[in-house]
């Protein structure tokens, strides 16, 4: 894949916007829990969200735009690959969409490294940083929810030794 134009890019990230909303959306209707359903159903407003920002950027405001400051070290980095299927836990839904968010900030942070266009560089690396920050949403909801459940349990298993 190579951009060269900034529509180009804007042509692409409303593409992977739109095929992750109608993921998301087809899991929550795969989905066999409440929890996970809404879950997904969350993340596909999200995606739907970022679907019609991309698609309405003004190129002079881009090249405005200040990147957020997130570390980029990422739980995703140490998760292993979690394949969709229809009985997914709370923590396997978590898992899949860190590493789907993870692998779309890194798309366009190499791609914007890729580009000899200043422009076209900040456009992606503001797309970047859409799904960076849309990544940290998911990963303060996995240590709050998966991490501390582990800990807990692992607490709970010390004891009983």
């Known amino acids: 894949m190579k951009f060269v134009t900034i529509e180009e890019v804007i042509t692409f990230a409303v593409e992977r916007e739109d095929t992750a909303y109608k993921l998301y959306k087809r899991a929550a209707e795969l989905s066999t829990s409440i929890a996970s359903r809404k879950m997904f159903e969350e993340l596909a407003a999200e995606e739907a969200t970022h679907k019609e920002v991309f698609s309405k950027i003004d190129e002079e405001k881009a090249e405005n735009h200040k990147l957020c400051k997130l570390p980029e ?24 969409a860190l590493k789907t968010e993870d692998n779309a900030y890194q798309l366009y942070k190499t791609a914007a490294g890729m580009t000899d266009d200043p422009k076209l560089a900040k456009v992606l690396m503001n797309f970047a940083d859409v799904e960076l920050g849309h990544r940290r949403k998911i990963e303060v909801l996995y240590e709050e929810r998966v ?11 010390d004891r009983r030794n």
């Open 73 to 96: 070290t990422s739980i995703a980095k140490y998760l292993t690959d979690v394949p969709f299927r229809e009985n997914m836990t709370y923590s396997e839904i978590l898992a899949f």
């Open 147 to 157: 991490m501390t459940e582990r800990t807990g349990a692992d607490r709970r298993g």
